[in-house]
């Protein structure tokens, strides 16, 4: 058999190709965190999340002295990232910036600083003027309704 035949007959015969699976991040998300509550991480996953969970201040008293920017992203005072409860999706609120670029990281400086105008509110939160005068009205719609439902 000449050198062409054997690779024509090389390349028919059926080999098993063995691909990595890719995951996504939400569903590597959603296994890890099912894990957690069976108990069943392995020890690298467990070490980790213990010396994140370590790491991260509870209270504002425990992150008011920490370093700026604020890297705890996760954290729902920070200004750099959402995540949607329901899902899990993460919006990157300054697709443009790195976390280090920013002026101010974490809502609760700002809201220390008292009050400020709806451009700079809106330059914080990535927002218009307008949107960020539509919350506001919103807002205090919810509150004047939860004081009059008292």
Same mark, same amino acid.
């Given at each position: 058999m000449? $050198? +062409?035949e054997k690779q024509a007959t090389d390349l028919d015969s059926p =080999? $098993? *190709?063995?691909r990595p699976a890719? $995951? /996504?991040? +939400?569903v590597l998300a959603r296994r890890m965190a099912q894990a957690r509550r069976a108990g069943a991480l392995d020890q690298e996953d467990a070490e980790l999340i213990? @010396?994140?969970?370590? /790491? *991260?201040? *509870? =209270? *504002?008293a425990d992150c008011v002295s920490g370093t700026r920017p604020c890297v705890f992203v996760r954290c729902q005072y920070n200004l750099y990232l959402d995540v949607n409860p329901k899902n899990g999706s993460i919006k990157l609120n300054f697709p443009n910036k790195e976390l280090w670029e920013l002026e101010? =990281?974490?809502a609760l400086d700002v809201? $220390? &600083?008292?009050?400020v105008i709806l451009e700079q509110v809106g330059d914080l939160m990535n927002l218009?003027? @307008?949107?960020?005068? &539509?919350l506001e009205q919103t807002g205090l719609g919810k509150l004047r309704a939860a004081i009059d439902s008292d």
């Open positions: 000449g $050198e +062409k =080999t $098993e *190709r063995h890719t $995951e /996504s991040r +939400k213990a @010396e994140l969970d370590g /790491s *991260r201040p *509870r =209270t *504002r101010h =990281t974490c809201a $220390e &600083q008292g009050g218009t003027r @307008e949107r960020i005068r &539509q």
